[in-house]
C-alpha cells in the first residue's frame, strides 16, 4: 500500500487519492481535471470553479461537512443568447455571455484593438437592459483604467506565476519560465498554520 506519511516526509508530491488529506491536497498544485476525477471518484459536487472544488474536496477528506455553496457556485441555466445579426440598438439580456457574435460586433464597433477585458465583462454580466451602444461607450470610457496591469484571479495559477516571474527576471526566456512554472508546481505549497481556519 503506497504510504501518503513517506511522500510527505520526502516532500515527493503523492498520488491523487482519497487517502490524502485536506491540508496534504493544499500543499501540491493539482490541474482541474484531476481534481474533478477525485470529486467524482467521492461524489462531491464538481461545479463553482477550482477554488470552491478544492475547499469542497478538502472538507471531505478531513470528513468535515460541504461548505455552502455560494451563488458564484451555482451554475444558473442557460439563458437565450444574442445571435446575428446585432447592431448599436441591440438590448443585452440577462445572462449574456462574452460571445463571437458580440466580439464581431466589437470588432466592428471599435476596431480590431477590441478584447474583452474585465471591465467588459464585467459590463456584460452585470448590464441586462443597457444597448450595445452604451457598451461600445463603456469601452471607451475604461481604456485609461484597461491599460493598466490587472489583477490575475487567484484561479489563474499559471498566469500569476509567469507575472511574477517575468517581473523578477525580465531578461527571462518563455523556455526559463516554463521550466520554473514546472519546478514550482511540483514543490509542496507550506502547511496552512493551525490558528489560520484554513
Known sequence: MYSVQRVVASGERPPLTPALSGDELARWYW???ELTGLARQLGVPRGGGKA???ERLRAVLDGKPLPAVTAAGRRSPAARQLSAPVDGTTVIPEGQRCSQVLREFFHRAIG?????????RGYIAKNPGRTLHEAVAHWHATR???ARPQ?????FEFNRFLR???TAHPAG???EALAAWQANRAAPRPLPHPCSGR
Open 144 to 146: 485609461a483604467a484597461g
Open 52 to 54: 470552491q472544488l478544492t
Open 31 to 33: 490541474t482541474l481535471a
Open 112 to 120: 480590431p484593438g477590441f478584447h474583452f477585458d474585465a471591465a467588459m
Open 151 to 155: 489583477e490575475i484571479g487567484a484561479q
Open 173 to 175: 526566456t518563455r523556455q
Open 164 to 166: 511574477a516571474w517575468h
